[in-house]
């Protein structure tokens, strides 16, 4: 990584975690963590973390404002999570317009083509803190789109959605999130850890 170097997270509202109210903007949730675990670790190196995320977004609200939000931007590293809303709205809002797996795929292909930064792309989580769940079970053709994208793109890959089924096979009984989606402090570290872990290579 060649610094300054500027971060662009974008997302769901895992992301977002109220930015908006965050004087700093980063939210309160992944995004912060990493920016601190950055910031202590790497003190003589200017990193730049931008959190670009919006509760309730799909893929195809980050398709309406990916120029705006990411291209305008500049950043060096985009590292996008968005999937879980694209499945659960099949689940809890089964009235409005879906977005299945044909049309996730094409409409994050396009936004991989539109960027010029490093990609740094995130699996999924879960839906339910059960593996056996109908979100869950939806949700692995998602994950799967992600990993090839990634492999296309010569992305990074964050092994978002394998870190919580690890973890939820683990049998331990603490919960990583508030509502089966939405992070708690413990889904948080999971998810901050996994990045940094398949980012390490960039701290080198």
């Known amino acids: 990584m060649e610094y300054p170097a500027r971060i662009l997270f974008i997302g769901d509202s895992i992301t977002d975690s109220g930015r908006r109210e965050d004087p700093d903007k980063l939210g309160f949730g992944y995004v912060r963590l990493i920016h601190d675990e950055l910031l202590v670790t790497n003190p003589d190196k200017q990193i730049e973390i931008l959190n670009k995320g919006i509760g309730g ?6 398709q309406a404002r990916w120029q705006e939000d990411v291209l305008r931007e500049q950043p060096d590293y985009v590292s996008i999570s968005i999937g879980i809303n694209d499945v659960w709205r099949q689940l809890d809002q089964q009235q409005v317009e879906q977005v299945y ?6 409409i994050y292909h ?38 090839r994208l990634a492999k296309k793109y010569n992305a990074i890959l964050v092994p978002t959605h394998q ?23 413990a889904g948080d570290m999971l998810m901050a850890k996994t990045w940094m872990k398949a980012c390490e290579s960039l701290w080198e």
Do not use: W
């Not at 797996?101 to 094409?106: A, G, L, T």
């Open 57 to 62: 977004d799909r893929i195809t609200n980050l």
């Open 110 to 147: 396009e936004l991989c083509e539109q960027t010029n930064a490093r990609l740094i792309l995130m699996e999924p989580t879960i839906i339910e803190e059960n593996l056996e769940s109908e979100g869950n079970q939806k949700l692995v053709d998602y994950v799967q789109i992600v990993r």
């Open 163 to 185: 870190a919580f089924q690890n973890y939820l096979l683990s049998g331990n009984s603490h919960k990583l999130t508030t509502d089966g989606v939405h992070m708690n402090s």
């Open 101 to 106: 797996p044909d049309q996730y795929e094409k």
